[in-house]
């Protein structure tokens, strides 16, 4: 099973900064992953997938890069509603496996 | 408006069952593989298995295997899971998810919560 290794664990910022999460994989995915965006009580959110590519409706402010084993999630300028846990998962190897999250925070 | 509902959950204890469903609507569920998730309280995300569009290929976690059956039916747009010899450790919120280049969820449920305690 691939385990996916997300840092830091909570993310301290304020609106307008700049947020960059990291996921790294115990082996090479390739491009195969996506990052994902939930809050309580809320469904997740698909942001990202193939490392790179945004999902319809995803604002330009989220970004996604990297490839085999590092990933990153840069938020380029935090909004209110972006207060949130995030995920990465990978669809490289079965079973699919979900890293444990970033939450961040005010 | 693409959508998913699950309904189902509730409270029982360990050993019992329990089937959930996921009613689709807004897209062509007939052409759609997908999957179940959960999180457990104070958790992450769980991918717990997953379900081609025709019923013909099922891929489950570890964890489930062998309890767990998932199954579909097309003519009423609607996927159900059958949980068998439920443990402490599958409560959880379980949310289905529409699946996007077979292993990425583009369109999740609200969710629906199992708590198995005795």
């Known amino acids: 099973e691939i385990v996916l290794t997300q840092s830091p664990a909570t993310l301290s910022l304020s609106p307008g900064e700049r947020a960059t999460l990291s996921c790294r994989a115990s082996?090479?995915?390739?491009?195969?992953l996506a990052w994902y965006q939930h809050k309580p009580g809320q469904a997740p959110r698909l942001l990202i997938y193939?490392?790179?590519n945004r999902a319809t409706g995803i604002p330009a402010r989220f970004s996604g890069s990297g490839s085999g084993t590092d990933f990153t999630l840069t938020i380029s300028s935090l909004e209110p509603e972006d207060f949130a846990v995030y995920y990465c998962?990978?669809?490289?190897?079965?079973?699919?496996?979900f890293g444990g999250g970033t939450k961040v925070e005010i | 408006q693409v959508q998913l509902v699950e309904s189902g959950g509730g409270v029982l204890q360990p050993g019992r069952s329990l089937r959930l469903s996921c009613a689709a609507s807004?897209?062509?569920?007939?052409?759609?593989?997908i999957h179940w998730v959960r999180q457990a309280p104070g958790k992450g995300l769980e991918w717990v298995a997953l379900?081609?569009?025709?019923?013909?290929?099922?891929y489950y976690a570890d964890s489930v295997k062998g309890r767990f059956t998932l199954s579909r039916d097309n003519s009423k747009n609607t996927l159900y899971v059958q949980m068998n010899s439920l443990r402490g450790e599958d409560t959880a919120v379980y949310y289905c998810?529409?699946?996007?280049?077979?292993?990425?969820?583009?369109?999740w449920g609200k969710g629906t919560t199992v708590t198995v305690s005795s």
């Open positions: 998810a529409k699946d996007r280049d077979l292993g990425y969820m583009d369109v």
């Open positions: 807004g897209f062509t569920f007939s052409s759609s593989a």
């Open positions: 379900i081609s569009y025709d019923g013909n290929n099922k």
């Open positions: 082996q090479s995915v390739s491009s195969y």
């Open positions: 193939h490392a790179s």
């Open positions: 998962q990978q669809r490289s190897n079965w079973p699919l496996t």
